[in-house]
């Protein structure tokens, strides 16, 4: 109910620091006391659990001077070190009827919450369920702090084993025993994580920040496949379309961690899992962004329309943009590097660009099989360059060797997600008409015949690491055509091969030991 009230109480979109910055939000009362220590943390935590509310909100003011941007070294010592129990009163005082002390609370927690290894221990550790309730309490109850408290779990959820932990976090009945609660799926049951977003989403005016850092946090949350599943069938991605046509400015002059910007990446993401069934009105909002923009928004609309498979002719310059943006962000996403004044590095993930590139490749195998003259291939040539196509081998060999080198827990984490390396299989194999047609006029070639060889043996390596049967049944089938081309000069897939072959050193080091 306190959702569905407006939330005039929290401070409008311009307003809001980032991420990184909110912790200069301090309030304006000062404390003219000694600066607090590591070592008063005990102390501390204690005045404010229990203290009066005056010395309560002192304490919580030190411990967030502790922690504050000219305390940066301190917050890993905080949380990750084990040597402080921190975590737990601040917990405890989210719930308290303290608004000041409660700012500072948040403050703290998300100074904390910045730090890889607090990641972590705040979302798997210790008192990780504790303090996601309560930051979900603050949310539910539609209190002034509830957008920082929407940005704490934006931050945690940067911490990748742990989006699954957040997103589909839904607490037990307290009325049920201690021992027989049974977990309620997240959609069914009103105190989730979920549900919350849900509602806030559905009555939060669109000015104001709880509902913008809502979809911040539902972009992030949507990295995960079971998260988005979740989220495509509630009625947030029709909110989403809805803040994008409503925008009064054009894509290009969308800021980072706008309404826009967000809404946008959590659309692509959805897309990414539920494919053209996401929603019928979702194209007519998009397409006109890949058309229009050549930067970041133009990029995560034209991967939004290959994940619902538009025909290869709806994209503009006859697909040469799409697959030249495509493939220059697989190349960053593998070097884990951005693009200067258009995306960070840790943006957009190799599996998510992987499968923008392989239904794109996709989409121009159809368009070259309904051409009249379909051994032109003038479609699959637009993605078939050189430069991409050894990208995809780089990327196999890197996910192989990574498997069979790395402990089993490291496997397929990360950058090494084995999707990825199946996207690659994926886009080669739609590929193979433009990268095995025969030069003219045919002719034998000994450094044709190596490259086929050495990329069956690539294709035959990665079946056996495959995780799923359509994937090592592509692969497999690829090497065997590979091998029947070996011999006969195939220029495209030798020029792809040689490019390959000067990649990273210890990427080909540990391929071929």
């Known amino acids: 109910d306190a959702i569905k009230k407006s939330l005039s109480g929290s401070k409008d979109e311009d307003d809001v620091p980032n991420l990184e910055n909110i912790d200069k939000e301090s309030s304006k009362k000062k404390v003219e006391t000694k600066p607090p220590k590591l070592k008063d943390i005990p102390k501390l935590a204690k005045e404010m659990v229990q203290g009066e509310p005056d010395e309560a909100t002192i304490a919580a003011q030190k411990l967030y001077e502790l922690c504050d941007v000219a305390h940066k070294d301190n917050r890993e010592p905080m949380v990750a070190s084990g040597k402080y129990d921190v975590l737990n009163p601040l917990s405890e005082c989210l719930l308290h009827d303290n608004p000041e002390k409660l700012h500072f609370v948040c403050l703290t927690l998300n100074n904390l919450s910045i730090p890889y290894d607090n990641k972590r221990v705040m979302v798997l550790e210790r008192v990780a369920k504790k303090l996601i309730q309560n930051l979900c309490t603050v949310i539910q109850q539609g209190k002034k702090q509830a957008y920082l408290c929407i940005i704490i779990l934006t931050n945690l959820s940067y911490y990748e084993p742990g989006i699954k932990a957040i997103g589909q976090f839904s607490p037990k009945p307290k009325t049920q025993s201690r021992w027989k609660r049974n977990k309620i799926p997240p959609l069914e049951n009103p105190h989730s994580l979920m549900r919350i977003m849900q509602e806030l989403t559905a009555h939060a005016a669109r000015g104001t920040a709880d509902f913008r850092w809502a979809f911040g946090l539902l972009a992030q949350l949507s990295k995960s496949s079971d998260n988005a599943i979740l989220i495509s069938v509630t009625a947030i991605p029709q909110v989403a379309l809805e803040n994008i046509k409503l925008s009064k400015t054009k894509p290009s002059e969308w800021k980072t961690n706008s309404l826009e910007d967000f809404s946008l990446f959590l659309l692509m993401y959805l897309a990414e899992i539920a494919g053209p069934s996401l929603t019928d009105k979702a194209l007519e909002v998009v397409e006109p962004i890949m058309q229009t923009d050549t930067g970041v928004q133009g990029l995560k609309a034209t991967m939004m329309c290959s994940f619902m498979e538009i025909p290869w002719e709806k994209y503009p310059n006859y697909g040469v943009i799409a697959g030249g943006i495509v493939s220059e962000l697989m190349s960053n996403t593998f070097e884990r590097k951005g693009k200067k004044n258009t995306y960070e590095g840790n943006v957009f993930q190799l599996r998510t660009a992987t499968k923008a590139y392989s239904l794109l490749a996709k989409a121009a195998g159809k368009a070259d099989a309904a051409e009249e003259d379909k051994k032109a291939l003038v479609h699959s040539k637009v993605m078939a360059l050189p430069t991409a196509i050894a990208l995809l081998f780089q990327i196999l060999s890197e996910i192989t060797a990574n498997y ?110």
């Not at 069979?404 to 990360?414: A, I, L, P, R």
């Not at 008409?433 to 450094?447: F, G, I, N, T, Y």
Request: glycine share 2%; with cysteine; net charge negative.
């Open 404 to 513: 069979m080198d790395d402990d089993e827990e490291n496997s397929f984490t990360g950058f090494y997600d084995p999707k990825s390396g199946e996207f690659a299989v994926a886009s080669i194999s739609s590929l193979l008409p433009a990268l095995l047609q025969l030069s003219d006029p045919p002719r034998e070639s000994v450094s044709s015949e190596i490259a086929c060889s050495a990329v069956a043996q690539l294709f035959e390596n990665f079946a056996t690491v495959a995780t799923s049967i359509p994937a090592k049944a592509k692969a497999s089938e690829t090497a065997e055509k590979m091998k029947e081309h070996a011999g006969t000069a195939v220029p495209l897939l030798e020029a792809s091969y040689d490019l390959w072959q000067h990649a990273t050193a210890s990427t080909k080091s540990l391929f071929f030991q």
